[in-house]
Protein backbone atom coordinates (compact mmCIF):
# COMPACT_ATOMS: atom_id res chain seq x y z
CA UNK A 1 0.00 0.00 0.00
CA UNK A 2 1.00 3.78 -0.83
CA UNK A 3 0.42 6.77 0.42
CA UNK A 4 -1.00 9.41 -2.18
CA UNK A 5 -1.76 13.07 -1.34
CA UNK A 6 -3.10 15.05 -3.98
CA UNK A 7 -4.11 18.63 -4.76
CA UNK A 8 -6.27 20.08 -6.53
CA UNK A 9 -5.76 23.77 -7.69
CA UNK A 10 -8.08 26.30 -5.49
CA UNK A 11 -10.32 28.26 -7.42
CA UNK A 12 -10.93 32.12 -6.46
CA UNK A 13 -13.91 33.09 -5.29
CA UNK A 14 -13.79 35.73 -7.47
CA UNK A 15 -16.67 34.39 -10.54
CA UNK A 16 -18.42 30.95 -11.39
CA UNK A 17 -16.46 28.05 -12.62
CA UNK A 18 -15.92 27.62 -16.47
CA UNK A 19 -14.74 25.01 -18.42
CA UNK A 20 -10.97 25.89 -18.14
CA UNK A 21 -11.18 25.31 -14.71
CA UNK A 22 -13.21 22.01 -14.95
CA UNK A 23 -10.55 20.39 -17.91
CA UNK A 24 -7.59 21.77 -14.97
CA UNK A 25 -8.97 20.07 -11.87
CA UNK A 26 -10.88 16.83 -13.07
CA UNK A 27 -7.67 15.03 -13.70
CA UNK A 28 -6.75 15.00 -9.90
CA UNK A 29 -10.65 13.24 -9.36
CA UNK A 30 -9.67 10.69 -11.87
CA UNK A 31 -6.59 9.78 -10.23
CA UNK A 32 -7.41 9.73 -6.51
CA UNK A 33 -10.33 7.22 -7.84
CA UNK A 34 -8.02 4.92 -9.28
CA UNK A 35 -5.66 4.87 -6.77
CA UNK A 36 -8.60 4.29 -4.23
CA UNK A 37 -9.43 1.34 -6.15
CA UNK A 38 -5.53 0.15 -5.68
CA UNK A 39 -6.30 0.31 -2.23
CA UNK A 40 -3.90 2.86 -1.26
CA UNK A 41 -4.38 5.43 1.45
CA UNK A 42 -5.34 8.98 -0.73
CA UNK A 43 -5.76 12.29 0.98
CA UNK A 44 -7.28 14.74 -1.87
CA UNK A 45 -7.56 18.19 -1.00
CA UNK A 46 -8.74 21.25 -2.53
CA UNK A 47 -10.71 24.73 -1.29
CA UNK A 48 -11.55 28.10 -2.84
CA UNK A 49 -9.62 30.62 -2.31
CA UNK A 50 -11.44 33.58 -1.00
CA UNK A 51 -8.62 36.46 0.05
CA UNK A 52 -6.89 39.27 -2.19
CA UNK A 53 -7.10 42.08 -3.88
CA UNK A 54 -9.78 41.61 -6.80
CA UNK A 55 -12.22 40.00 -4.16
CA UNK A 56 -11.72 43.25 -2.33
CA UNK A 57 -12.27 45.88 -5.09
CA UNK A 58 -15.00 44.18 -5.99
CA UNK A 59 -16.46 44.55 -2.60
CA UNK A 60 -15.81 48.22 -2.39
CA UNK A 61 -17.34 48.84 -6.03
CA UNK A 62 -20.40 46.75 -5.03
CA UNK A 63 -20.88 48.15 -1.66
CA UNK A 64 -20.78 44.71 -0.03
CA UNK A 65 -18.14 42.79 2.00
CA UNK A 66 -15.95 40.54 0.75
CA UNK A 67 -16.81 37.35 2.66
CA UNK A 68 -19.93 37.73 1.37
CA UNK A 69 -18.58 37.45 -2.61
CA UNK A 70 -15.92 34.28 -0.97
CA UNK A 71 -19.15 32.36 0.66
CA UNK A 72 -21.25 33.03 -2.31
CA UNK A 73 -18.71 31.60 -5.07
CA UNK A 74 -17.46 29.00 -1.79
CA UNK A 75 -20.94 27.72 -1.95
CA UNK A 76 -21.64 27.80 -5.84
CA UNK A 77 -17.82 25.62 -6.42
CA UNK A 78 -19.06 22.91 -3.45
CA UNK A 79 -22.47 22.17 -5.69
CA UNK A 80 -20.55 22.30 -8.86
CA UNK A 81 -18.13 20.05 -7.99
CA UNK A 82 -20.73 17.90 -6.30
CA UNK A 83 -23.10 17.53 -9.09
CA UNK A 84 -19.73 16.33 -11.38
CA UNK A 85 -18.80 13.52 -8.84
CA UNK A 86 -16.12 15.17 -7.39
CA UNK A 87 -14.52 12.97 -4.61
CA UNK A 88 -12.62 15.57 -2.30
CA UNK A 89 -11.94 14.08 1.26
CA UNK A 90 -11.59 17.50 1.84
CA UNK A 91 -13.00 20.84 0.54
CA UNK A 92 -12.06 23.77 1.93
CA UNK A 93 -12.29 27.72 2.03
CA UNK A 94 -9.05 29.88 3.15
CA UNK A 95 -11.11 32.25 5.05
CA UNK A 96 -12.11 29.08 7.42
CA UNK A 97 -10.63 29.31 11.21
CA UNK A 98 -8.63 26.10 11.04
CA UNK A 99 -6.49 27.34 7.92
CA UNK A 100 -6.14 31.10 9.27
CA UNK A 101 -4.64 29.42 12.30
CA UNK A 102 -2.53 26.83 10.73
CA UNK A 103 -1.25 29.32 8.69
CA UNK A 104 -0.12 32.01 11.37
CA UNK A 105 1.11 28.83 12.71
CA UNK A 106 3.69 27.94 9.52
CA UNK A 107 4.34 31.56 9.02
CA UNK A 108 5.82 31.79 12.20
CA UNK A 109 7.75 29.03 11.68
CA UNK A 110 9.57 30.33 8.67
CA UNK A 111 10.14 33.78 10.36
CA UNK A 112 11.78 31.44 13.56
CA UNK A 113 13.64 29.76 10.27
CA UNK A 114 15.39 32.96 9.25
CA UNK A 115 13.63 32.89 5.75
CA UNK A 116 11.57 36.26 6.16
CA UNK A 117 12.80 40.11 7.02
CA UNK A 118 11.85 43.55 7.16
CA UNK A 119 12.50 45.78 4.56
CA UNK A 120 11.02 49.17 3.35
CA UNK A 121 9.64 50.03 0.44
CA UNK A 122 8.05 52.35 -1.70
CA UNK A 123 4.26 52.30 -2.21
CA UNK A 124 1.41 54.16 -3.91
CA UNK A 125 -0.80 55.89 -1.63
CA UNK A 126 -4.00 57.46 -2.21
CA UNK A 127 -4.37 61.09 -0.66
CA UNK A 128 -8.56 60.94 -1.04
CA UNK A 129 -8.91 57.28 0.55
CA UNK A 130 -6.28 57.89 2.71
CA UNK A 131 -5.06 54.11 2.22
CA UNK A 132 -1.66 52.66 0.48
CA UNK A 133 -3.06 50.48 -2.71
CA UNK A 134 -2.44 47.28 -4.18
CA UNK A 135 -1.39 46.71 -7.26
CA UNK A 136 -5.13 46.18 -8.81
CA UNK A 137 -6.36 48.97 -7.09
CA UNK A 138 -3.70 51.07 -9.31
CA UNK A 139 -4.67 52.51 -12.94
CA UNK A 140 -2.56 54.07 -15.58
CA UNK A 141 -0.52 54.09 -18.62
CA UNK A 142 1.46 50.95 -19.61
CA UNK A 143 4.95 52.23 -20.20
CA UNK A 144 5.49 49.15 -22.74
CA UNK A 145 2.60 50.14 -25.57
CA UNK A 146 0.81 53.04 -23.34
CA UNK A 147 -2.19 51.28 -23.60
CA UNK A 148 -4.49 51.48 -20.31
CA UNK A 149 -3.15 49.33 -17.26
CA UNK A 150 -3.56 48.12 -13.81
CA UNK A 151 -0.67 48.01 -11.62
CA UNK A 152 0.57 44.33 -12.46
CA UNK A 153 -0.66 43.94 -16.40
CA UNK A 154 -1.45 45.97 -19.34
CA UNK A 155 -5.04 45.16 -20.59
CA UNK A 156 -3.74 45.80 -24.36
CA UNK A 157 -0.49 44.53 -24.64
CA UNK A 158 -0.86 41.98 -21.90
CA UNK A 159 2.72 42.24 -20.33
CA UNK A 160 3.44 42.00 -16.76
CA UNK A 161 3.96 45.25 -15.28
CA UNK A 162 5.77 46.61 -12.10
CA UNK A 163 3.64 49.45 -10.62
CA UNK A 164 6.42 51.40 -10.07
CA UNK A 165 6.95 51.71 -13.55
CA UNK A 166 3.60 52.32 -14.62
CA UNK A 167 3.00 56.43 -16.05
CA UNK A 168 0.34 58.49 -14.83
CA UNK A 169 -1.08 56.42 -11.88
CA UNK A 170 -4.55 56.77 -10.13
CA UNK A 171 -6.25 55.27 -7.57
CA UNK A 172 -8.95 52.72 -9.30
CA UNK A 173 -11.60 53.47 -6.57
CA UNK A 174 -11.57 57.53 -6.57
CA UNK A 175 -9.51 57.79 -9.32
CA UNK A 176 -7.61 60.36 -7.25
CA UNK A 177 -3.61 60.77 -8.52
CA UNK A 178 -1.68 59.08 -6.53
CA UNK A 179 1.21 59.69 -3.63
CA UNK A 180 4.88 57.66 -3.40
CA UNK A 181 5.13 57.08 0.42
CA UNK A 182 7.47 54.61 2.18
CA UNK A 183 5.64 51.13 3.91
CA UNK A 184 7.08 48.22 5.61
CA UNK A 185 6.54 44.54 4.89
CA UNK A 186 7.92 41.65 5.16
CA UNK A 187 9.68 39.88 2.89
CA UNK A 188 10.04 36.20 2.03
CA UNK A 189 13.78 34.77 1.14
CA UNK A 190 12.68 32.68 -1.92
CA UNK A 191 16.20 33.57 -3.86
CA UNK A 192 17.51 31.50 -0.62
CA UNK A 193 16.29 28.32 -2.48
CA UNK A 194 17.30 29.02 -6.09
CA UNK A 195 19.99 25.64 -5.81
CA UNK A 196 17.00 23.58 -4.21
CA UNK A 197 14.36 24.51 -7.05
CA UNK A 198 17.34 23.81 -10.04
CA UNK A 199 18.15 19.85 -8.15
CA UNK A 200 14.21 19.59 -7.91
CA UNK A 201 13.50 20.07 -11.46
CA UNK A 202 16.32 17.63 -12.28
CA UNK A 203 15.44 14.88 -10.35
CA UNK A 204 11.28 15.38 -11.45
CA UNK A 205 12.29 15.57 -15.14
CA UNK A 206 10.45 12.44 -16.29
CA UNK A 207 7.74 13.21 -13.60
CA UNK A 208 6.42 16.98 -14.47
CA UNK A 209 4.56 18.01 -17.08
CA UNK A 210 7.11 19.32 -19.87
CA UNK A 211 4.86 22.71 -19.72
CA UNK A 212 5.80 22.25 -15.88
CA UNK A 213 9.40 22.22 -16.86
CA UNK A 214 9.76 24.51 -19.09
CA UNK A 215 8.11 27.35 -17.00
CA UNK A 216 9.95 26.37 -14.54
CA UNK A 217 13.15 26.59 -15.94
CA UNK A 218 12.56 30.24 -17.20
CA UNK A 219 11.59 31.54 -13.56
CA UNK A 220 14.91 29.85 -12.54
CA UNK A 221 16.99 31.20 -15.55
CA UNK A 222 15.47 34.74 -14.47
CA UNK A 223 16.76 34.20 -10.54
CA UNK A 224 14.63 33.78 -8.22
CA UNK A 225 13.95 37.19 -5.97
CA UNK A 226 12.52 37.70 -2.27
CA UNK A 227 8.51 38.47 -2.50
CA UNK A 228 6.72 40.50 0.15
CA UNK A 229 4.79 38.56 2.53
CA UNK A 230 2.55 41.05 3.69
CA UNK A 231 0.01 43.31 2.05
CA UNK A 232 -1.95 46.36 3.16
CA UNK A 233 -5.05 44.79 3.13
CA UNK A 234 -8.45 44.48 5.58
CA UNK A 235 -9.70 41.09 4.47
CA UNK A 236 -6.86 37.84 4.55
CA UNK A 237 -5.30 36.31 7.23
CA UNK A 238 -3.17 38.23 9.98
CA UNK A 239 0.17 39.05 10.44
CA UNK A 240 1.26 37.05 13.34
CA UNK A 241 4.36 39.77 13.77
CA UNK A 242 3.80 42.62 16.49
CA UNK A 243 3.79 46.30 14.23
CA UNK A 244 1.77 44.61 11.71
CA UNK A 245 -1.72 44.66 12.46
CA UNK A 246 -2.81 47.00 9.40
CA UNK A 247 -1.51 44.26 6.71
CA UNK A 248 -2.56 40.54 5.76
CA UNK A 249 -0.53 37.99 4.73
CA UNK A 250 -0.17 37.98 1.29
CA UNK A 251 -2.40 35.77 -0.67
CA UNK A 252 0.29 33.78 -2.87
CA UNK A 253 2.03 32.38 0.40
CA UNK A 254 -1.37 31.60 2.59
CA UNK A 255 -3.52 30.12 -0.23
CA UNK A 256 -1.10 27.68 -1.62
CA UNK A 257 -0.13 27.03 1.90
CA UNK A 258 -3.64 25.62 1.74
CA UNK A 259 -2.38 22.10 0.66
CA UNK A 260 -0.88 21.55 4.30
CA UNK A 261 -3.46 23.16 6.07
CA UNK A 262 -6.15 20.88 4.25
CA UNK A 263 -4.09 17.63 4.47
CA UNK A 264 -3.40 18.24 7.97
CA UNK A 265 -6.88 18.47 8.86
CA UNK A 266 -7.33 15.28 7.04
CA UNK A 267 -4.65 13.67 9.25
CA UNK A 268 -5.82 14.51 12.20
CA UNK A 269 -9.68 13.83 11.42
CA UNK A 270 -8.15 9.87 10.83
CA UNK A 271 -5.42 9.98 13.54
CA UNK A 272 -2.40 10.02 10.97
CA UNK A 273 0.64 11.90 11.64
CA UNK A 274 0.90 14.39 9.69
CA UNK A 275 5.00 14.92 9.90
CA UNK A 276 5.19 11.33 9.08
CA UNK A 277 2.41 11.31 6.35
CA UNK A 278 4.05 14.28 4.73
CA UNK A 279 7.80 13.11 4.78
CA UNK A 280 9.64 12.32 1.94
CA UNK A 281 9.95 8.59 1.62
CA UNK A 282 9.38 6.05 -2.00
CA UNK A 283 5.96 5.05 -0.60
CA UNK A 284 4.49 8.34 -0.88
CA UNK A 285 3.38 9.80 -4.11
CA UNK A 286 2.54 13.76 -3.92
CA UNK A 287 0.25 14.77 -7.20
CA UNK A 288 -0.33 18.61 -7.90
CA UNK A 289 -3.09 19.22 -10.11
CA UNK A 290 -3.91 22.98 -12.06
CA UNK A 291 -3.53 25.08 -14.97
CA UNK A 292 -0.56 26.11 -16.53
CA UNK A 293 -1.10 29.89 -15.24
CA UNK A 294 -0.28 28.54 -12.06
CA UNK A 295 2.96 26.46 -12.43
CA UNK A 296 5.39 28.63 -10.60
CA UNK A 297 3.42 28.48 -7.37
CA UNK A 298 3.64 24.70 -7.31
CA UNK A 299 6.72 24.05 -8.97
CA UNK A 300 8.77 27.10 -7.21
CA UNK A 301 6.30 29.14 -4.40
CA UNK A 302 5.42 26.10 -3.11
CA UNK A 303 8.47 24.23 -2.72
CA UNK A 304 10.46 26.85 -1.33
CA UNK A 305 7.71 27.07 1.09
CA UNK A 306 7.83 23.10 2.30
CA UNK A 307 11.78 23.91 2.61
CA UNK A 308 11.54 26.67 4.91
CA UNK A 309 9.12 25.11 7.43
CA UNK A 310 10.20 21.58 7.21
CA UNK A 311 12.99 20.13 4.97
CA UNK A 312 11.94 16.72 5.29
CA UNK A 313 8.48 17.25 3.33
CA UNK A 314 8.17 16.08 0.29
CA UNK A 315 8.70 18.45 -2.86
CA UNK A 316 5.86 17.78 -5.10
CA UNK A 317 6.62 14.42 -7.31
CA UNK A 318 3.58 14.72 -9.25
CA UNK A 319 3.07 17.94 -11.24
CA UNK A 320 -0.04 17.20 -13.56
CA UNK A 321 -0.50 20.99 -15.59
CA UNK A 322 -2.59 21.49 -18.22
CA UNK A 323 -2.86 23.70 -21.18
CA UNK A 324 -5.71 26.26 -22.02
CA UNK A 325 -9.09 25.43 -23.06
CA UNK A 326 -10.10 27.98 -26.07
CA UNK A 327 -13.45 29.16 -27.07
CA UNK A 328 -13.79 29.90 -30.65
CA UNK A 329 -10.32 29.93 -31.00
CA UNK A 330 -9.89 32.17 -28.79
CA UNK A 331 -8.76 32.77 -24.99
CA UNK A 332 -11.88 32.39 -22.69
CA UNK A 333 -13.12 35.87 -21.74
CA UNK A 334 -16.13 36.88 -19.95
CA UNK A 335 -16.42 40.61 -21.62
CA UNK A 336 -16.06 39.07 -25.18
CA UNK A 337 -19.40 36.16 -24.10
CA UNK A 338 -16.82 33.26 -25.30
CA UNK A 339 -16.83 32.04 -21.87
CA UNK A 340 -19.15 28.59 -20.69
CA UNK A 341 -19.18 28.02 -16.99
CA UNK A 342 -19.51 24.48 -15.56
CA UNK A 343 -22.74 25.01 -14.44
CA UNK A 344 -24.00 25.62 -17.94
CA UNK A 345 -22.63 22.56 -19.05
CA UNK A 346 -24.16 20.61 -16.29
CA UNK A 347 -27.51 22.23 -17.31
CA UNK A 348 -27.29 20.62 -20.37
CA UNK A 349 -25.85 17.34 -20.41
CA UNK A 350 -24.91 14.40 -18.17
CA UNK A 351 -22.47 14.22 -15.96
CA UNK A 352 -20.41 11.60 -17.16
CA UNK A 353 -20.59 12.84 -21.01
CA UNK A 354 -18.87 15.83 -19.48
CA UNK A 355 -16.62 14.21 -17.74
CA UNK A 356 -15.76 12.16 -20.75
CA UNK A 357 -15.40 14.59 -23.30
CA UNK A 358 -12.81 16.82 -20.69
CA UNK A 359 -10.47 14.46 -20.32
CA UNK A 360 -10.85 12.81 -24.03
CA UNK A 361 -10.41 15.92 -24.94
CA UNK A 362 -8.07 17.73 -22.86
CA UNK A 363 -5.16 19.93 -22.80
CA UNK A 364 -2.79 17.62 -21.62
CA UNK A 365 -0.08 18.70 -23.80
CA UNK A 366 -1.59 21.70 -25.86
CA UNK A 367 -4.40 23.68 -26.05
CA UNK A 368 -7.61 22.81 -27.18
CA UNK A 369 -10.67 24.14 -28.66
CA UNK A 370 -14.41 23.68 -26.63
CA UNK A 371 -17.12 23.63 -28.89
CA UNK A 372 -20.33 21.38 -27.81
CA UNK A 373 -21.06 20.10 -31.42
CA UNK A 374 -17.35 18.18 -30.61
CA UNK A 375 -19.06 17.01 -27.14
CA UNK A 376 -22.17 15.57 -28.38
CA UNK A 377 -20.40 14.13 -31.53
CA UNK A 378 -17.53 12.56 -28.87
CA UNK A 379 -21.12 11.16 -26.55
CA UNK A 380 -22.63 9.98 -29.76
CA UNK A 381 -20.14 8.11 -31.69
CA UNK A 382 -17.71 6.89 -28.30
CA UNK A 383 -20.64 6.64 -25.49
CA UNK A 384 -23.57 5.50 -27.00
CA UNK A 385 -21.69 4.19 -30.49
CA UNK A 386 -19.25 2.03 -28.83
CA UNK A 387 -19.71 1.74 -25.14
CA UNK A 388 -23.34 1.74 -24.75
CA UNK A 389 -23.69 -0.14 -28.33
CA UNK A 390 -21.45 -3.18 -26.60
CA UNK A 391 -23.29 -2.99 -23.26
CA UNK A 392 -27.09 -2.35 -24.48
CA UNK A 393 -26.88 -5.16 -27.45
CA UNK A 394 -25.37 -8.05 -24.87
CA UNK A 395 -28.20 -7.41 -22.12
CA UNK A 396 -30.96 -6.29 -24.12
CA UNK A 397 -30.79 -10.26 -26.05
CA UNK A 398 -30.58 -11.74 -22.88
CA UNK A 399 -33.10 -10.19 -21.50
CA UNK A 400 -35.40 -10.62 -23.81
CA UNK A 401 -34.12 -14.34 -25.63
CA UNK A 402 -33.78 -15.79 -21.46
CA UNK A 403 -35.21 -13.33 -18.81
CA UNK A 404 -31.97 -11.77 -18.12
CA UNK A 405 -30.57 -14.53 -16.98
CA UNK A 406 -26.37 -15.09 -18.11
CA UNK A 407 -25.40 -18.69 -17.79
CA UNK A 408 -21.84 -19.01 -16.14
CA UNK A 409 -19.31 -20.51 -19.09
CA UNK A 410 -16.24 -21.19 -20.37
CA UNK A 411 -14.67 -17.17 -20.64
CA UNK A 412 -12.29 -16.57 -24.08
CA UNK A 413 -8.76 -16.81 -22.85
CA UNK A 414 -7.92 -14.53 -25.40
CA UNK A 415 -9.70 -11.87 -23.89
CA UNK A 416 -9.05 -12.87 -20.26
CA UNK A 417 -5.30 -11.73 -21.35
CA UNK A 418 -5.90 -8.61 -22.64
CA UNK A 419 -8.27 -7.47 -19.89
CA UNK A 420 -5.47 -8.54 -17.37
CA UNK A 421 -2.83 -6.41 -19.20
CA UNK A 422 -5.28 -3.58 -19.52
CA UNK A 423 -5.68 -2.82 -15.94
CA UNK A 424 -1.91 -2.95 -15.89
CA UNK A 425 -1.54 -0.57 -18.85
CA UNK A 426 -4.44 1.91 -18.02
CA UNK A 427 -3.36 1.99 -14.45
CA UNK A 428 0.10 3.19 -15.56
CA UNK A 429 -1.14 5.63 -17.44
CA UNK A 430 -3.34 7.33 -15.06
CA UNK A 431 -0.49 7.10 -12.61
CA UNK A 432 1.87 9.47 -15.02
CA UNK A 433 -0.91 11.32 -15.48
CA UNK A 434 -1.63 10.40 -19.40
CA UNK A 435 -5.44 10.56 -18.99
CA UNK A 436 -6.38 11.09 -22.55
CA UNK A 437 -4.21 8.12 -23.78
CA UNK A 438 -5.92 5.52 -20.65
CA UNK A 439 -9.21 6.57 -21.80
CA UNK A 440 -8.50 5.63 -25.18
CA UNK A 441 -7.23 2.30 -24.36
CA UNK A 442 -10.56 1.97 -22.56
CA UNK A 443 -12.70 2.75 -25.43
CA UNK A 444 -9.99 0.48 -27.83
CA UNK A 445 -11.46 -2.44 -25.11
CA UNK A 446 -15.32 -1.99 -25.73
CA UNK A 447 -13.96 -2.16 -29.87
CA UNK A 448 -12.78 -5.09 -29.08
CA UNK A 449 -15.84 -6.25 -27.23
CA UNK A 450 -17.95 -5.13 -30.14
CA UNK A 451 -15.58 -6.90 -32.78
CA UNK A 452 -15.55 -10.17 -30.86
CA UNK A 453 -19.65 -10.17 -30.15
CA UNK A 454 -19.67 -9.38 -34.55
CA UNK A 455 -17.39 -12.12 -35.50
CA UNK A 456 -19.20 -14.83 -32.87
CA UNK A 457 -22.90 -13.69 -34.02
CA UNK A 458 -24.47 -14.61 -31.10
CA UNK A 459 -27.80 -14.35 -32.44
CA UNK A 460 -26.89 -17.11 -34.58
CA UNK A 461 -25.51 -19.27 -32.09
CA UNK A 462 -28.74 -19.37 -29.81
CA UNK A 463 -30.47 -20.82 -32.42
CA UNK A 464 -27.62 -23.09 -33.88
CA UNK A 465 -25.68 -23.87 -30.21
CA UNK A 466 -26.62 -22.43 -27.25
CA UNK A 467 -23.16 -23.90 -25.51
CA UNK A 468 -21.44 -21.39 -27.76
CA UNK A 469 -24.08 -18.76 -27.54
CA UNK A 470 -23.42 -19.37 -23.86
CA UNK A 471 -19.55 -19.04 -24.16
CA UNK A 472 -20.08 -15.91 -26.25
CA UNK A 473 -22.28 -13.98 -23.87
CA UNK A 474 -20.18 -14.83 -20.62
CA UNK A 475 -17.44 -13.38 -22.22
CA UNK A 476 -19.05 -10.30 -22.67
CA UNK A 477 -20.45 -9.81 -19.57
CA UNK A 478 -16.77 -10.59 -18.43
CA UNK A 479 -16.10 -7.95 -20.09
CA UNK A 480 -18.82 -5.41 -19.11
CA UNK A 481 -17.93 -6.09 -15.83
CA UNK A 482 -14.84 -4.99 -16.19
CA UNK A 483 -15.52 -1.95 -18.06
CA UNK A 484 -17.53 -1.05 -15.11
CA UNK A 485 -13.76 -0.95 -12.83
CA UNK A 486 -11.97 0.64 -16.12
CA UNK A 487 -14.57 3.07 -16.52
CA UNK A 488 -15.19 3.99 -12.74
CA UNK A 489 -12.20 6.68 -12.18
CA UNK A 490 -13.59 8.87 -15.54
CA UNK A 491 -17.34 8.00 -14.81
CA UNK A 492 -17.99 6.32 -11.55
CA UNK A 493 -22.08 7.32 -12.29
CA UNK A 494 -22.36 5.03 -15.62
CA UNK A 495 -19.55 2.28 -14.11
CA UNK A 496 -21.83 2.17 -10.90
CA UNK A 497 -25.11 1.61 -13.09
CA UNK A 498 -23.21 -1.01 -15.06
CA UNK A 499 -22.49 -2.53 -11.72
CA UNK A 500 -26.25 -2.36 -10.46
CA UNK A 501 -27.69 -3.60 -13.49
CA UNK A 502 -25.45 -6.82 -13.30
CA UNK A 503 -25.62 -6.82 -9.76
CA UNK A 504 -21.95 -6.81 -9.36
CA UNK A 505 -19.51 -5.72 -6.30
CA UNK A 506 -17.67 -2.70 -5.69
CA UNK A 507 -15.27 -0.72 -7.58
CA UNK A 508 -11.30 -2.11 -6.94
CA UNK A 509 -8.82 -1.63 -10.02
CA UNK A 510 -8.40 -5.44 -10.69
CA UNK A 511 -9.71 -7.95 -12.73
CA UNK A 512 -13.31 -8.59 -12.06
CA UNK A 513 -13.92 -12.44 -11.83
CA UNK A 514 -17.02 -13.72 -12.61
CA UNK A 515 -17.63 -17.33 -11.73
CA UNK A 516 -21.47 -17.66 -11.28
CA UNK A 517 -24.96 -16.89 -13.03
CA UNK A 518 -25.60 -13.24 -12.73
CA UNK A 519 -29.02 -11.86 -12.97
CA UNK A 520 -29.94 -8.67 -15.06
CA UNK A 521 -31.91 -6.18 -13.33
CA UNK A 522 -33.51 -2.67 -13.83
CA UNK A 523 -31.56 -2.96 -17.29
CA UNK A 524 -31.86 0.60 -19.05
CA UNK A 525 -29.48 2.01 -21.93
CA UNK A 526 -26.57 3.43 -20.64
CA UNK A 527 -26.11 6.63 -22.75
CA UNK A 528 -29.54 8.20 -24.95
CA UNK A 529 -27.85 9.87 -28.18
CA UNK A 530 -27.76 13.54 -28.36
CA UNK A 531 -30.06 15.43 -30.92
CA UNK A 532 -27.21 17.21 -33.17
CA UNK A 533 -29.80 20.04 -33.76
Known amino acids: MKDILIGGAWPYANNSLHIGHLAALLPADVIARYHRGCGNRVIYVSGTDCHGTPITVRAKKEGVTPESIALKYHEEFINSFKNLDFSYDFYTATMSLEHKKQVQEFYKIILDNGYIYEQEDEQDFCPTCNEYLSDREIIG ?263 GVIKKALIDDNIIARTKTIYDEVGQLINDGELKQALNLIIDYATLGNKYYDEKQPWVQVKEDVSSFNETTFTCVYMIANLSNLLYPFMPSSADKIKAMLGLNSFKWEEYKIDNDLKITNLELLFNRIDEQ
Request: include cysteine; hydrophobic fraction near 35%; charged fraction near 25%.
Open 141 to 403: TCPICGGNAMGEQCDDCLSPINPKELKNKHCKICNSKTNIKTNKHLYFKLSAFQETIEQLVIDRENDWRKNAINETKKYLNLGLIDRATTRQLTWGVDVPVDGYQDKKIYVWIEAVLGYLTASIKVCNDHNIDYNEFLKNREDLITYFVHGKDNITFHTVIYPALLSAINPSYQLPKKIISSEYVNMNDEKMSKSKGNLITVDELVNKYHKDTIRYYMIANGPEKKDVNFSSSDLISAHNKFLVGVLGNFINRNLSFVNKKFD
